[in-house]
């Protein structure tokens, strides 16, 4: 597939896989460039094609993936602060005598640190699995090689 590619269509789909670290500078800009650049270039070249739909799909999977693991954490999170706030049960009936115990027996930290650090250390292997496969998808596509990423749900298709 290396001979019938072009520079420019090598670069073009090159860039589209940079384009995802546009997220460190721009919100959602992992989503706005890589769009617009396979949107403006999809029906011209099927290389810049399969690569812009092939970044997409790997930069809405890990968002929904780090959704996914955040969603998993909230619960554990929520459930610390009752440990660390004595209210009544009811609501806050005497907002003049706020007892706020931090007694060693209200932290509990085995029920609420291990989930929150697990959740926390997945979380940072999305982040560098998202670094480390975009970098080789962008070197990959610029040798005129196609690059299907892992771990990646096809929503377009």
Same mark, same amino acid.
């Given at each position: @597939? +290396?001979?019938? %590619?072009t520079?420019?269509?090598r670069?073009?789909?090159a $860039?589209?896989?940079?384009?995802a670290?546009?997220?460190?500078?721009?919100?959602?800009?992992? /989503?706005?460039?890589?769009?617009?650049? =396979?949107?403006?270039?999809?029906?011209?070249?099927? !290389? $810049?094609?399969?690569?812009?739909?092939q &970044?997409?799909? *790997?930069q809405?999977?890990?968002l929904?993936?780090?959704? $996914?693991?955040g @969603?998993?954490? #909230?619960?554990?999170?929520?459930? *610390? !602060?009752?440990? #660390?706030?004595?209210?009544?049960? /009811?609501?806050?009936?005497?907002?003049?005598?706020w007892?706020?115990?931090?007694?060693s027996?209200?932290?509990?930290?085995?029920? =609420? %640190?291990?989930?929150?650090?697990? &959740?926390?250390?997945?979380?940072?292997?999305?982040?560098?699995?998202?670094? $480390?496969? +975009?970098?080789?998808?962008?070197?990959?596509?610029?040798?005129?090689q196609?690059?299907?990423?892992?771990?990646?749900?096809?929503?377009?298709?």
């Amino acid at each position: @597939m +290396t001979e019938t %590619l072009t520079k420019h269509e090598r670069n073009l789909a090159a $860039v589209i896989h940079a384009s995802a670290f546009s997220k460190f500078f721009i919100p959602f800009g992992n /989503f706005i460039l890589p769009l617009v650049l =396979w949107t403006a270039n999809k029906k011209e070249h099927a !290389f $810049v094609d399969y690569n812009g739909k092939q &970044a997409l799909n *790997f930069q809405i999977s890990i968002l929904l993936y780090s959704i $996914v693991l955040g @969603m998993i954490s #909230v619960p554990f999170f929520i459930g *610390f !602060f009752p440990d #660390v706030f004595d209210f009544d049960p /009811f609501g806050f009936n005497n907002l003049n005598n706020w007892n706020l115990n931090f007694d060693s027996d209200n932290f509990r930290f085995g029920s =609420w %640190l291990l989930p929150l650090g697990i &959740a926390g250390l997945l979380q940072g292997a999305l982040f560098i699995v998202n670094i $480390v496969y +975009t970098i080789l998808a962008t070197i990959r596509t610029n040798e005129g090689q196609t690059f299907t990423y892992p771990i990646t749900i096809k929503f377009i298709k």
